[in-house]
């Protein structure tokens, strides 16, 4: 079964950070694009950050850019997303993402929410 | 990159077709034919239900059909049935999330 599971959610302080993870299984993680899309509570999709099959390719959203990191390791079939700086407004569900073609999400994780409050 | 514009809702009734529409730009939609689009009940993560502006993937009802005209692409859904009750949100290559679309069966 493909699955992707994320983990390493919680609670965060302003201007702290935190370091999500994604186990993926069931397929072959090396030949997939992955990304990191968020919902704040009530809110609608963004997309996040994305990075390519081997690792040397990154984006970044606007809101997001210099302040996250996106990586992966191959060997571990696991995608990780590096949250520095982190504001109020970080406060969502992050979903670990499956990319097919061109930016077309095919599998989601269930998400990890982190909350940035005092 | 923008958000793509889309209804906040649509209603209709059981057996009922209804179609969101999704408004970009000629950056996007209009230059490219990589529009998705998603389904997501509450509490639940997203599911991919059409990719390419048109396609289905295996296993999602020929209820759901894509198009394209222009800048603004559209999400079809027909023989409306309550299960079809949800959020749905478009993306295109180029873009971003649209803005999401609350479906309710009356």
């Known amino acids: 079964e493909v699955q992707l599971v994320e983990s390493g959610g919680g609670l965060v302080q302003p201007g702290g950070s935190i370091r999500l993870s994604c186990a993926a299984s069931?397929?072959?993680?090396?030949?997939?694009?992955m990304n990191w899309v968020r919902q704040a509570p009530g809110k609608g999709l963004e997309w996040v950050a994305n990075i390519d099959d081997f690792g040397r390719v990154k984006n970044y959203g606007e809101s997001v850019r210099g302040r996250f990191t996106i990586s992966r390791d191959n060997a571990e079939n696991s995608l990780s997303l590096q949250m520095n700086s982190l504001r109020a407004e970080d406060t969502a569900l992050y979903y670990c993402?499956?990319?097919?073609?061109?930016?077309?999400?095919?599998?989601w994780g269930q998400g990890t929410l982190v909350t940035v409050s005092s | 990159q923008s958000a793509l514009t889309q209804p906040a809702s649509v209603s209709g009734s059981p057996g009922q077709s209804i179609t969101i529409s999704c408004t970009g730009t000629s950056r996007d939609i209009g230059t490219y034919n990589f529009v998705s689009w998603y389904q997501q009940y509450p509490g639940k993560a997203p599911q991919l239900i059409i990719y390419d502006v048109s396609n289905r993937p295996s296993g999602v009802s020929n209820r759901f059909s894509g198009s394209k005209s222009g800048n603004t692409a559209s999400l079809t859904i027909s023989g409306l049935r309550a299960e079809d009750e949800a959020d749905y949100y478009c993306?295109?290559?180029?873009?971003?999330f649209g803005t999401g679309t609350e479906v309710t069966v009356v």
């Open positions: 069931g397929f072959t993680f090396t030949e997939y694009w």
């Open positions: 993306f295109s290559f180029g873009a971003a």
């Open positions: 993402v499956r990319n097919r073609g061109y930016e077309t999400f095919d599998i």
